[in-house]
């Protein structure tokens, strides 16, 4: 990290790890590190927390404490770092808040609600911007990303330097079938809190309806809304499936998670410390990508087999829809000219 740049409780977990990582990108063994110093872990010097808003299962947590165990091991225990998954600590809103106070350590958050602090993050949910994982990584490991987390700097937060996967974005529904933008006039379909992705449906004359995910199972539960869009592993994980009948493969918004520091906790740890959490959370980052890559004909199947039913999608027609709109200009403007081109010098020419 660099002081320049940077889902519903356990009950809940449903589908197992094994299931999760069947995709072939297998979990690889936690390999002791060196110790730094020999001070058992009991004497930490620093114990920090980690919170997620993802169950237990899901890529980021496993990838997530296994970076923290090496941390512990490669420190000699000096610095203790405990995972809290599944919005255990708060909401995600609720853990933005706290990780700029202090009250947890370190968050990893979407870059769709982190837009709501720091709204250029929000650019890579630009809607059917990115279409496949080379463009992604092209514009997130490159000057894309680098200028995102100097933004978010100024927020006085810190970032992991890798940012995590939280997959291509799907539309889940129990009432109609979604292939077109027609399809879409009208549908209660809940979001995050999160500018561009309301912007989005807003455009494409659905209702959106922002809910903080810990809320959502119940939420389409009681036909508050008819559907929502989230990753497949999220869908998966939180168990969308019981309570939805099809997932169209809209891919319509990639999105990522942030790894945040509060920049006060940070700044206390001497820098031999600084440089191992650096490493072993960018080591996990790269590895968590594979999983979730990884992890969609698998998932597929295995939702296919508890009842979803699968839809195609066409993607060109509602990127030539949100064209006839002011969308793709509004967003333009919003993030501004550099913003914009860095963007579109990984994707191409959208407005």
């Known amino acids: 990290m660099t002081t320049r740049s940077t889902t519903r409780a356990t009950t809940r977990a449903g589908i197992s790890r094994r299931t999760l990582l069947a995709s072939g990108a297998a979990l690889s063994a936690v390999v002791p590190l060196c110790g730094i110093l020999s001070r058992p872990a009991s004497a930490a010097e620093f114990s920090y927390k980690m919170a997620t808003g993802q169950d237990p299962t899901h890529p980021v947590n496993i990838r997530a404490q296994e970076a923290l165990n090496r941390i512990r091991e490669a420190t000699g225990g000096r610095l203790d770092i405990a995972l809290f998954p599944a919005n255990q600590l708060g909401s995600d809103t609720d853990l933005l808040g706290q990780v700029r106070n202090g009250g947890v350590e370190f968050f990893n958050l979407s870059a769709s609600i982190l837009a709501t602090l720091t709204p250029v993050t929000g650019i890579v949910n ?107 592993a999220i ?47 960018d080591r996990s980052a790269f590895e968590q990508r594979a999983d979730i890559a990884g992890l969609s004909n698998s998932l597929q199947q ?50």
């Open 126 to 232: 630009t809607g059917f911007a990115f279409a496949d994982y080379d463009t992604v990584w092209k514009a997130m490991d490159g000057e894309l990303g680098t200028h995102i987390r100097a933004q978010i700097a100024k927020s006085g937060l810190i970032t992991a330097s890798r940012i995590w996967d939280n997959g291509f974005r799907h539309i889940s529904s129990s009432t109609r079938e979604i292939r077109t933008p027609d399809d879409l006039k009208g549908f209660k379909i809940r979001v995050p809190p999160a500018p561009m992705l309301t912007s989005l449906f807003k455009a494409l004359e659905a209702g959106p309806t922002p809910i903080n995910f810990n809320e959502l199972y119940s939420a389409l539960q009681t036909k508050v809304v008819e559907g929502q869009e989230n990753p497949l």
């Open 235 to 281: 869908i998966a994980t939180a168990k969308l499936y019981e309570v939805q009948k099809t997932i169209s493969l809209t891919g319509h918004v990639w999105d990522g998670y942030w790894i945040l520091g509060n920049r006060r906790a940070w700044e206390k740890l001497p820098a031999d410390l600084r440089a191992v959490v650096e490493k072993e959370l």
């Open 302 to 351: 295995d939702l296919s087999g508890k009842g979803i039913t699968f839809l195609k999608a066409d993607a060109d027609a509602f990127r030539a829809n949100l064209r006839k709109t002011s969308f793709y200009g509004d967003w333009k403007t919003k993030y501004g000219e550099e913003a914009w081109g860095l963007l579109e010098k990984s994707v191409g020419k959208l407005a």
